[in-house]
């Protein structure tokens, strides 16, 4: 499904200097598989979706998907971003339906998906306010049901929750299980929160900084469908562990996460 083969990308920073925001990531991901990204501040995980997504283009490499090299947005990637960019004056239903219109299309005929996307994520009733009226959270799920009206194959998503209380984001999380089990897709999934990186994913990457490469990938065997029940199962703090002493040395190996 997605192919990212010797990705780097440089930056040039205002004085000139060169900034190595990614050296040579290669990744396959499978279809319909949940991959999370866990890694430092810094350490380019926004950068490697931007490439993904076609908003950027890389300095050295590739990334393809479905054998087609990215140069561009695609239609069939829906992204989220970490805070929840919804169009003030529009009303929230308007705002799920905004891609579509971008895309050229059948707006009214989007309707009933919209309100279903919007019932499953807790805002029905909610169609007709505007963004303001809506609480951070609530904002933000609206922002995920709108990359989602267009039932895109691959879903990007840069720290969606990191806006969000430690209860509202636990929800969330489930939340997005649960859309993937009912539409699946391809999804990316960046994140600093070690519990929601394992939790998640059938494989969780973690990155190392400057240049970001990717440090490891783990396989996570833990049964499906999941809920936060899961993190007492021996497997889960396994991985848990792993992620947190690859992250942090053996510094702070003990270290609890968010
Ligand atoms: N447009 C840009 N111009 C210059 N440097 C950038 C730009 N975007 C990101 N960087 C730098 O690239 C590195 C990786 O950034 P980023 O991908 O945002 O990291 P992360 O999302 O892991 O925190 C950082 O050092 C950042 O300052
Ligand atoms: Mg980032």
């Keep these: 499904m997605i192919s990212i083969d010797n990705l780097s990308k440089v930056f040039h920073s205002r004085d000139g200097a060169k900034v190595f925001a990614l050296e040579d990531v290669s990744l396959t991901v499978g279809d319909n598989e949940f991959i999370t990204i866990v890694g430092p501040s810094g350490c380019g995980k926004s950068t490697l979706l931007r490439l993904v997504s076609g908003l950027i283009q890389p300095s050295s490499g590739s990334v393809a998907i479905d054998r087609t090299i990215v140069i561009e947005p695609r239609q069939d990637t829906g992204i989220v971003f970490q805070m ?17 219109k971008m895309l050229g299309r059948d707006v009214t005929g989007g309707i009933v ?23 951070g959270g609530m904002q933000q799920r609206a922002a995920i049901c709108r990359s989602l009206i267009h039932n895109p194959s691959v879903l990007l998503m840069d720290e969606p929750f990191g806006a969000l209380d430690a209860l509202t984001r636990e929800e969330m999380a489930l939340e997005v299980l649960r859309i993937w089990t009912e539409e699946p897709k391809t999804i990316l ?12 994913a059938d494989r969780v990457v973690v990155m190392s900084p400057r240049p970001g490469r990717i440090a490891e990938i783990i396989d996570i ?3 499906r469908p ?12 396994k991985a848990a562990q792993r992620v947190r002493g690859l992250i942090f040395g053996n510094r702070d190996e003990q270290q609890t996460s968010s």
């Design 226 to 237: 999941r809920t936060f029940e899961i993190e007492a199962h021996h497997e889960f703090q």
């Design 189 to 200: 999934f960046v994140t600093h929160s070690i519990t929601e990186a394992v939790l998640l």
């Design 84 to 100: 929840p960019v919804l169009l003030p004056w529009a009303t929230i239903l308007d705002n799920v339906l905004f891609p579509l």
């Design 113 to 135: 998906k919209a309100r279903h996307l919007l019932n499953m994520v807790g805002l029905g009733g909610f169609e007709q306010k505007y963004p303001r009226e809506l609480s």
């Design 221 to 223: 065997n833990l049964p």
